[in-house]
């Protein structure tokens, strides 16, 4: 089989070019949208259309089938499309005086009603809510979607098939991986931890934390209008540097992420936003356990068996509703009270690790499976 793909970046590597018995051929170059975004992203300075179209002569006869990512294919070949927020995707969303918005929706959407399209995979219960609630004002064409929409979580390669009881002598070694740091709960694991070590709750040579992310990407997409100043970052890193059991990377190969989550004992996600999660899956398939918030899919892949919840108020996207930096502040102190309370009773109840690491690895087994997605996902494909 012949499945064309929009590009291969990191989502299409792991949502869709998975079966090494499917050939998949990039039409990234291919793509009539590809340029039309070039050059209205970088000299217009417009949003990304999220549409893909082959140019003529692409040789888009000789495939089977297309499957895109967060894209409406425009072709008449057969395709399937993988989402993790809503279908279509029109930046900016949708806010009550955007006219236009409704009009690209009607037009975009158009597609999704023909026959050649085959699915709408939704990567997780959220994004399948999200969509039902694009819609809801519209039930012939709900009515007609839902016959479409499917949730196929993504799959994981499994690492390791248990985890063994640890060391008690060796301290509890918690990691955090995360490229946009501070978008991702960085900031907040840090402080959690220094007050933790100055209330005198935790002792130094109990923990062990390693950081891998970007200190300079301060920009939280969460906080909108609502940013930090420059003194929340400037105290995270005195923190860091204050203290020789924190472990910063900015970068490290994948090989070596993954090996050293299998030797570590915690993961750490506190994010403020995030589509779904790749990185937990990652984790729970090295047998580390991890601690989420609960936005989006979190939830989902972060049961309470196999991890902890940092747990908020969410709007009706499953967000975080930052609006104001009073907001702001308030649930940063609520994540960091959270985050103390879990990182103290792993603490005082350590054997909780493995319990909840070999319940990790149970639910990657059973919920993301490569061969049982693989034979859904031709299921579709041959609909």
Not at 94 to 107: C, H, I, V
Not at 302 to 312: D, F
Not at 333 to 340: A, H, L, N
Request: with cysteine.
């Amino acid at each position: 089989m012949r499945v064309g793909v929009s590009n291969d970046n990191y989502p299409e590597k792991r949502t869709i070019i998975v079966d090494a018995g499917v050939e998949y051929v990039n039409f990234k170059k291919k793509n009539i949208y590809s340029y039309i975004n070039l050059l209205n992203m970088k000299f217009f300075k417009k949003n990304k259309i999220f549409l893909f179209r082959p140019l003529m002569g692409s040789q888009e006869k000789n495939i089977d089938i297309f499957h895109v990512f967060n894209e409406i294919a425009i072709t008449d070949r057969k395709w399937v499309v993988t989402f993790e927020t809503e279908l279509p995707r029109i930046l900016p969303r949708k806010n009550a005086s955007d006219d236009s918005f409704d009009a690209r929706l009607k037009r975009h959407s158009a597609a999704l009603m023909q026959k050649n399209c085959l699915a709408l995979i939704a990567l997780s219960g959220a994004a399948y809510n999200l969509e039902m609630k694009l819609f809801q004002d519209n039930p012939e064409l709900l009515r007609t979607l839902r016959e479409k929409l499917v949730v196929l979580h993504p799959p994981q390669k499994l690492y390791v098939e248990e985890r063994k009881p640890r060391n008690a002598a060796n301290p509890v070694h918690f990691v955090f991986v995360g490229r946009d740091f501070y978008r991702k709960g960085g900031g907040e694991i840090v402080r959690a931890f220094d007050e933790l070590l100055n209330e005198k709750k935790i002792r130094p040579e109990q923990i062990k934390v390693t950081l891998i992310g970007d200190l300079n990407k301060t920009n939280n997409y969460a906080f909108g209008k609502y940013q930090d100043d420059a003194a929340f970052a400037r105290e995270t890193e005195a923190a860091i540097a204050r203290y020789s059991l924190f472990d910063h990377h900015s970068v490290m190969p994948n090989d070596k992420v993954m090996q050293l989550l299998q030797e570590a004992d915690v993961g750490l996600l506190p994010t403020w936003a995030e589509t779904y999660g790749f990185s937990v899956l990652e984790m729970q398939s090295c047998g580390c356990p991890v601690i989420t918030t609960n936005v989006r899919a979190l939830p989902e892949i972060n049961p309470q068996e196999a991890g902890w919840l940092v747990k908020h108020e969410l709007n009706e996207d499953c967000d975080y509703a930052v609006t104001s930096f009073e907001q702001r502040d308030s649930v940063r102190r609520k994540t960091v009270d959270q985050m103390k309370a879990i990182i103290e009773d792993i603490i005082q109840n350590p054997e909780q690790i493995v319990d909840k690491a070999n319940a990790s690895i149970a639910r990657i087994k059973n919920e993301h499976d490569v061969e049982v997605y693989q034979d859904k996902l031709r299921a579709l494909y041959n609909k």
